[in-house]
Structure formats: structure tokens, C-alpha cells
């Protein structure tokens, strides 16, 4: 009886795990690739020395007026000409990591943020997979700058959440 018992068990865990196996596979190579970019975001965050803001809560701060200065790190033709958070300024940085500025970005990027090192600044890109807002984050906080933030969604969030961007014509 023991022994039946067992086989029962045996062929309803096997089955059990036969039905799910197809959906479990799709399932978990999507995790697998959340799961990486989560962890590629994570390590730029704890590297980069800089604080995340959600898009709520980036909208929040808009809606209060909240002083604060936003920064948009896309292309200027391709994209923040097109698409940008309403008062942001633009600056390009590049997708990959970025070791150092040089002199002449370091001066660029300067004016833009300006003399107060205790100014909220939110840099944002794209969407959250692509690093010009990490650069960007990163070297606003290398800078000394201290309330620094990272708006991972982008542009790509903000307007999926239906809130209102700006173009230049």
C-alpha cells in the first residue's frame, strides 16, 4: 500500500509538473531578462551615488511645483525635439557607461545644473534599460551635487502613463 502510495505521489508531482513546464519556460526567460536589468539597475544606482524617483512620483513633484530641475539626456533631434518632460533642458549623454567627462561636457553639463548643489535634480532618458540617465545621475552626483535623482522609466513611462509632453518646433 506503501509502495502505491508512492507511485500516486510520483505520477501526480510528474504530471503536475509536465502540465506547467511550457509555461513555466516562457515564463521564467522573461524573468531571466527582467531579472538581469534589474540587477544591471541596481548596481548602477548603488555605484552611481544617486536616489530613483518613479514617474508618479516625478509628477507629483511637477503638479506642486516643487523647485527642481529636470534633465533630459536623449538625443536632441531624435528625441527630446519630439518628446520631453514639460521644463526639462536636454544635454546627451551616451547609452554606455561612461568612465570619465571630459572637459568640454564637464563645462556643458555644469552650466546646465548651475551653482546650488542642494538643487533636486531628476535626470531621465528613453526608458529604464537605457544608461544616458545613469551618466547623467552619476556624474550630477560626482559633481557634488547632493539631492540627485534617477526617473528610470523615461520618457517611455511618462507618456504611457498619459501625462503631458512638450516638443520645440
Not at 540587477?39 to 514617474?55: D, E, L, P, W
Not at 518628446?83 to 536636454?90: L, T
Not at 544635454?91 to 572637459?103: A, R
Request: proline share 5%; aromatic share 10%; glycine share 8%.
Amino acid at each position: 500500500m506503501a509502495n502505491k502510495s508512492f507511485t500516486l505521489a510520483a505520477i501526480l508531482v510528474l504530471t503536475l509538473s509536465l502540465c506547467g513546464s511550457a509555461p513555466a519556460l516562457e515564463w521564467g526567460t522573461k524573468e531571466l531578462d527582467t531579472e538581469k536589468l534589474a540587477v544591471q539597475f541596481a548596481k548602477q544606482v548603488n555605484t552611481g551615488g544617486y536616489q530613483i524617483v518613479t514617474t508618479e512620483e516625478l509628477k507629483g513633484w511637477i503638479d506642486k511645483k516643487e523647485p527642481l530641475l529636470i534633465v533630459d539626456t536623449m538625443p536632441y533631434e531624435d528625441s527630446y525635439k519630439k518628446n520631453h518632460i514639460p521644463g526639462a533642458v536636454q544635454i546627451e549623454f551616451p547609452i554606455e557607461e561612461m568612465k570619465q567627462l571630459d572637459e568640454a561636457k564637464k563645462a556643458e553639463f555644469l552650466k546646465i545644473l548651475g551653482p546650488d548643489k542642494n538643487r533636486k535634480i531628476v535626470v531621465y532618458c528613453g526608458f529604464t534599460k537605457c544608461g544616458r540617465s545613469h551618466n547623467g545621475a552619476k556624474f550630477a552626483a560626482q559633481l557634488g551635487y547632493k539631492n540627485v535623482y534617477r526617473h528610470p522609466g523615461g520618457i517611455k513611462a511618462w507618456l504611457e502613463a498619459g501625462y503631458p509632453s512638450s516638443s520645440v518646433k
